[in-house]
């Protein structure tokens, strides 16, 4: 009996203990690695606001595809609940981005920072440390985050910090990876840099320039995006209409408090107005459950709402294409929040777990690119990106041994449609749109989507599988040698064919007619890899891979 006493005691005691031994994490976006423990790990992250620490929907969770969540709740918790969540998460094979309290960073209080960290670093639940959000919205100074950086890594080599900002100017030396935002919908919206009208016109910074920022290829720190259903948005920030696709997705239109005299920060600290086309009277604290009107003005959700899957899958491509190399979505709050269930008073749709159509797109659309994500975060024999047609058609191009996955997103401002030939594959002509396709083992020939519709103005399209030409197979027997190939190569099985030879970017650089078999020339073009389109006489037609040494 005394034995089964000490093995109840020794039990008791380990619940309030981490005993676990710690996982290694790596996220490297520079060099497209990402691993814990060494193996190959594709973050797929989900904020959770504050007030559900507790009452997580694990079942949700890990049904959508998410496998890392963040809660803003944890600075607010006890050691002993911050351990029952994280024993929970390692129970249901979900790692924690362990919110830090700001506080701490702010007041630069290191002991405090460095206590926590010693109490949780060796779970095996922990993914890494999320050391504050939007310090330069806050004032929070570069050196209180630099410090208290430091004293994380002092204490923890083992996983990488976290921030978000606006602005990483100044911030660089305080993370390991930077989580940007980027909420504006559309794929054009995303790539630019723009003044955030809704905070103060603090700028908002677009794909294009921060793939290009010193502050980050420089210092060699690393990035991911988060993302959100912005079609849910009433009004851009950008001060822009919202989206006219099929009729407003919510009403009113208006998303902030109108009052001009908040600040940008007061703005995104205050609940915004719950009545159509009235200026509220009542701020809502954060965090406060709001009175409702009894009848009427409420927002509601148009019958269509949220047609979000396409717009969902357009943010994830446009983020993979830039080169991100995880996914986190913004947020999930309480529905003791939401008048009706769904419907956060500050945050309006921008959830992703609340709605029953919200979880079927976040499922849907991580589940695709569950199907060749592990090509992003492993070691690559190419992984190219480019803007062609002016800047409007993105893409990135990775190939690893026998693989090769082709990411692409129209960003046509208008939503017009664009056709260009681009890394073996041929964009339909439709509406706006985006996708990923694979092309695996010796299928790899070219991608004919002409027959397809893309329906929507804003239309993403998911491209499945191989659809060949029809054309194609008549081109099966020809071949293209030597390749790799330094100064010339041949082309045998055709004759009188037109042979075009394309770069990277999509540009022509070199266009044959009635070709008989005679040796190309390609010592006046740089090395790298090249794709060259053959149509014979009976248009037929058919797209091979060059690499020039």
Known sequence: MKNKLVLVLILLLSINKVVSQGSVVVYNSQAGISTINGTPFFPKGIYTGNGVALSLDWENIKNQG????????????SDANILTVMNRAEIEGVYVLFMLNQNDVSGGNLNNIIAKVNKFKNHNALYGWY???????????????????????SNDANHPVFISTFDFDGYQSGADVDMHQFYEGRPDFMKTTFLNKANGNVPRIGYIDLVNSALYNK?????LAIINLHSTRFNSPRGLPEDQDAGKNVSPAQFYHSSSTLTGTERSNRGFDMQLNYVAKDIVPFGKKPVFPSSGGVYTANSNFPMTTNRFRGQVTSALAYGSNA???????????????????????????????????????????????????TAKDEDVRGNILEGNLTYRYIKKGDRELIIVVNEQPDGSPLSASIA????????????????????????????????????????KGNSLSINENKLSDMVLYPNPVKESFRIKGVNNAKIQVFDAR??????????????????????????????????SQKTIKLVIK
């Open 66 to 77: 998410y496998n890392i969540i963040q809660s803003y709740h944890f600075p607010n918790l």
């Open 131 to 153: 050391l504050i959000d939007e310090p330069d919205l806050q004032g929070i100074s570069s050196t209180k985050v630099n410090d208290a950086y430091n004293a994380i890594k």
């Open 219 to 223: 210092t060699n720190t690393s990035w």
């Open 327 to 377: 996914i986190f979505g913004w947020l999930w709050e309480n529905d003791a929040y939401s008048n009706p269930p769904g419907l956060n008073n500050r945050w309006g749709y921008y959830t992703i777990f609340h709605h029953t159509p919200t979880k079927n797109t976040s499922k849907t659309v991580l589940s695709e690119v569950s199907q060749f994500e592990d090509m992003l975060i």
């Open 424 to 463: 073996s594959f041929i964009l339909p002509d439709g509406a706006s749109t985006s996708g990923y396709m694979q092309l695996e083992g010796s299928n790899k020939s070219p991608i004919d989507l002409s027959g397809f519709t893309i329906p929507g103005r804003s239309g993403i399209f998911f491209l």
């Open 506 to 539: 999509g540009s022509m650089v070199l266009d044959y007619n009635q070709y008989k078999g005679t040796k190309i020339s390609v010592n006046k073009l740089q090395s790298g890899f090249y794709f060259v389109r053959v149509v014979d006489e009976n248009k």
